[in-house]
């Protein structure tokens, strides 16, 4: 099993909390599934505001919403393979691959698929 917790601060006026989860099952010995979780939260910048929000008495300002106040969830599977002999007996010793569903509370989804992959040495 695989966690961890992580706190974020800075002078901006942001905090933030991350918790990830990840629990590896071995189906045979040269083969596991991988859920996974990951949930994300943080506070706004002091100088965020929505687009046109800001005046010209601002002396700082953004409108990127990656400084915006929000929480996200990152869920899904890993399936790896490392036989003994290489992945298809080729010079790729081992090969993962994960699926990820991302989705933020300011309506931003995506659906992440990724391989991994090592050779031998």
Do not use: C
């Not at 996974?36 to 046109?52: I, M, N, S, W």
């Not at 106040?69 to 869920?75: D, K, P, V, W």
């Amino acid at each position: 099993m695989r966690s961890y917790y992580r706190y974020y601060t800075d002078d901006w006026g942001i905090t933030a909390h991350t918790a990830s989860l990840e629990i590896p099952i071995k189906i045979t010995p040269f083969f596991s599934v991988s859920p996974f979780y990951r949930y994300y939260t943080q506070t706004a910048a002091k100088y965020f505001a929505p687009y046109e929000v800001h005046t010209a008495k601002d002396t700082y300002y953004t409108s990127n919403y990656s400084y915006s106040a929000f929480s996200s969830n990152y869920f899904g599977v890993g399936i790896r393979t490392a036989p003994p002999g290489g992945v298809w007996k080729s010079a790729i010793s081992s090969l993962e691959i994960r699926y990820g569903h991302y989705s933020q509370t300011t309506d931003l989804n995506s659906n992440i698929i990724s391989v991994n992959f090592s050779f031998k040495q």
